[in-house]
């Protein structure tokens, strides 16, 4: 399907389904459904997606989703629900590619891209964002990366990157900041990665880098973290035996750099601690 608008109207509708079908490509297309699901695939493999844009504006589903389908490519799209989750990887979607792509969000409550359940998936050179809210949340859900990719918030609380039960993902080579809440926080994940990356918020009331919840043996290395009115990183309770090396991580002159509160084993190496107690 190429050079096309394919539209629909309806909370009950899929605009354009895509149903135990492989190796077909969708490119240059305009696709739209403002009262439901814009793009779905089901349970398909192998199929294309290429400089379209996907939009929808509603809370009740996404822009576009993928469930229990692997190894698609979507590349050079614009993404986007106003109103709620832009792109949902779900139920053993794995090995797909987003890359050059834009995804975008504006609700308080929802994220720009979801990964539930699903592993392997690459999101590579990107801009993700929400202005309102979350961005990107991995829940349950293993052996991802995201590289060379912006992601931004302005959200008050929100988890910009969420971490949830998940292990040995990658955040290498990107750019993360939020002014007004988290950067990164990782919940009862263990094994993950994050590498030449800058994580930076500007609040008083959370750290940049968060570990909490029995997220263990996580490495933080060759990154720059900076919170200039708070902490660059805080380690919490059951937050055991992670790692910072060949990092900076720097917190506002009033707080310390990194704060340590009932978590044990960790290993700060080749790094460089600012604020107005290093740790």
């Given at each position: 399907?190429s050079y096309?608008?394919?539209?629909?109207?309806?909370?009950?509708?899929?605009?354009?389904h895509?149903?135990?079908s492989?190796?077909?490509?969708?490119?240059?297309?305009y696709?739209s459904?403002?009262?439901?699901l814009g793009?779905?695939f089901?349970t398909?493999?192998?199929?294309?997606?290429s400089y379209s844009?996907?939009?929808v504006?509603?809370?009740n589903n996404n822009?576009m989703?993928l469930?229990?389908s692997?190894f698609n490519?979507i590349?050079?799209?614009?993404i986007?629900?106003p109103?709620?989750t832009?792109?949902?990887?779900?139920?053993?979607?794995?090995?797909?590619?987003v890359?050059?792509?834009?995804?975008?969000?504006?609700a308080?409550?929802?994220?720009a891209?979801?990964?539930?359940i699903?592993?392997s998936?690459t999101?590579t050179?990107?801009?993700?964002d929400?202005?309102?809210?979350p961005?990107?949340n991995?829940?349950?859900?293993?052996?991802?990366?995201?590289?060379y990719?912006?992601?931004?918030?302005?959200?008050?609380g929100a988890?910009?990157?969420?971490v949830?039960t998940?292990?040995s993902?990658t955040?290498t080579q990107?750019?993360?900041?939020?002014p007004a809440?988290y950067?990164?926080?990782f919940?009862?994940?263990?094994?993950?990665t994050?590498s030449y990356?800058?994580?930076r918020?500007?609040t008083?009331a959370?750290?940049?880098?968060?570990?909490?919840?029995?997220s263990t043996f996580?490495?933080?290395?060759q990154?720059f973290?900076?919170?200039?009115?708070g902490?660059a990183v805080?380690?919490q309770?059951g937050?055991?035996?992670?790692?910072i090396?060949l990092?900076?991580?720097?917190g506002?002159?009033?707080?310390a750099?990194v704060?340590?509160s009932?978590?044990?084993?960790?290993?700060?190496?080749n790094?460089?601690l600012?604020?107005?107690t290093?740790?």
């Amino acid at each position: 399907i190429s050079y096309s608008t394919i539209t629909a109207s309806a909370a009950d509708v899929i605009a354009l389904h895509v149903a135990n079908s492989s190796s077909n490509t969708i490119t240059q297309n305009y696709i739209s459904n403002p009262a439901g699901l814009g793009l779905f695939f089901n349970t398909s493999s192998s199929n294309t997606v290429s400089y379209s844009t996907i939009t929808v504006n509603n809370a009740n589903n996404n822009a576009m989703g993928l469930g229990v389908s692997t190894f698609n490519t979507i590349t050079q799209n614009y993404i986007s629900n106003p109103s709620g989750t832009a792109l949902t990887l779900n139920d053993n979607s794995n090995s797909n590619t987003v890359s050059y792509s834009t995804i975008t969000s504006n609700a308080a409550g929802y994220n720009a891209l979801e990964l539930i359940i699903s592993s392997s998936n690459t999101i590579t050179q990107s801009f993700l964002d929400n202005p309102a809210g979350p961005v990107i949340n991995f829940n349950t859900s293993n052996n991802n990366t995201v590289s060379y990719s912006t992601i931004t918030s302005n959200g008050a609380g929100a988890l910009t990157v969420h971490v949830l039960t998940s292990s040995s993902n990658t955040i290498t080579q990107s750019y993360i900041y939020n002014p007004a809440s988290y950067g990164i926080i990782f919940n009862g994940s263990q094994n993950n990665t994050v590498s030449y990356a800058t994580v930076r918020n500007d609040t008083a009331a959370f750290a940049a880098v968060t570990l909490l919840g029995s997220s263990t043996f996580n490495v933080v290395t060759q990154s720059f973290i900076h919170n200039p009115y708070g902490t660059a990183v805080s380690i919490q309770s059951g937050a055991d035996n992670n790692t910072i090396s060949l990092s900076t991580a720097t917190g506002a002159n009033a707080n310390a750099a990194v704060t340590i509160s009932a978590a044990s084993s960790h290993t700060f190496s080749n790094s460089y601690l600012q604020g107005y107690t290093a740790a």
